[in-house]
Each structure stands twice: as structure tokens, then as C-alpha cells.
């Protein structure tokens, strides 16, 4: 690993910490860089959307969105959201490698420097559909069992 001038040799900490953050497979974990071009992507993305690292890295985040969202410039918007905000939560559909959409609770924040510059951003996307699925069913039934039976 180079190091630049003014920085540290890794500490044993940062690279449990990696460890750590390569092993989760429940919620997919990636950065981006400023533009949002994918830097890092963990088991969980890889297994959530479907794309091996070598798919991702170097391309924009936006590949996860549905192309209604991508038409309405849905991810641009969630990067100045993050960016202005410090943190930028939402929901909606996203789509997978092999063309299949999810129901997705997404949390994009930037990550900035000492300096406080903006130096890319860190997006955790949970897989949510099951519980979306389940909720709207018991909604159905809550409306089946209202009804008058006649």
C-alpha cells in the first residue's frame, strides 16, 4: 500500500475494521468517490445486487437504479442531498446485475477529510422486500377482515 506524504501506516485496527466491513453480507456496503464512481464493495453488495467487485469499481452508482430514477436523475440527487446535508436516507426500488428490482433502504454520507472536503461517500443498501411484501399483506387482510360479510 503507498502512503502519500502526512499519512500513517495502517493501523491492526483499520485492517479488523476492513475485515470487518468485507465480512457483512446482510447490507450491502460500498464508497464512491466524489462523482460517485464506485471505490470499494463489500459480500453484502455483492450478494444483494448481484455484481462481483470487478463489475462496480470504477463505475458510476447509478447502475443500481431503476431507469425511471436514473431519467429523473434520482442518484445525482442523492450525492448533493448527502453532500449539502451530511446525510442523505431513502427507499425505493433498485435493480440487481441480472435485471430484477428489490425494495431497498439505502443511507448515503459523505465522507470528508480534515480539511473538511468532501472525499467520497459511504452507501449502505439493505434488501427490504420480504418485510415490504409481508407488511402490505397484512394490510390486505386487515381490509379483507373489515368488510361486511353479506
Known amino acids: 500500500m503507498a502512503l502519500s506524504a502526512g499519512e500513517s501506516q ?59 430514477d436514473r431519467q429523473r436523475r434520482l442518484p445525482e440527487r442523492i450525492l448533493e442531498s448527502a453532500r449539502h446535508e451530511g446525510r442523505h436516507e431513502d427507499e425505493g426500488w433498485r435493480v440487481r446485475k441480472d435485471g430484477s428490482r428489490f425494495w431497498a433502504n439505502s443511507v448515503m454520507q459523505p465522507i470528508i477529510d480534515e480539511r473538511g472536503k468532501v472525499t467520497g461517500f459511504a452507501k449502505i443498501t439493505r434488501d427490504i422486500t420480504e418485510r415490504m411484501a409481508a407488511q402490505e399483506a397484512l394490510r390486505e387482510s386487515e381490509r379483507q377482515s373489515t368488510r361486511p360479510a353479506w
Open 10 to 68: 495502517p493501523s491492526p485496527r483499520d485492517s479488523r475494521y476492513e475485515r470487518l466491513i468485507a465480512s457483512i453480507t446482510d447490507y450491502a456496503i460500498y464508497m464512491t468517490d466524489p462523482d460517485g464512481l464506485v471505490t470499494s464493495w463489500n459480500a453484502g453488495a455483492q450478494r444483494i445486487k448481484g455484481y462481483e467487485a470487478a463489475d462496480v469499481l470504477g463505475r458510476h452508482f447509478s447502475r443500481f437504479f431503476t431507469p425511471e
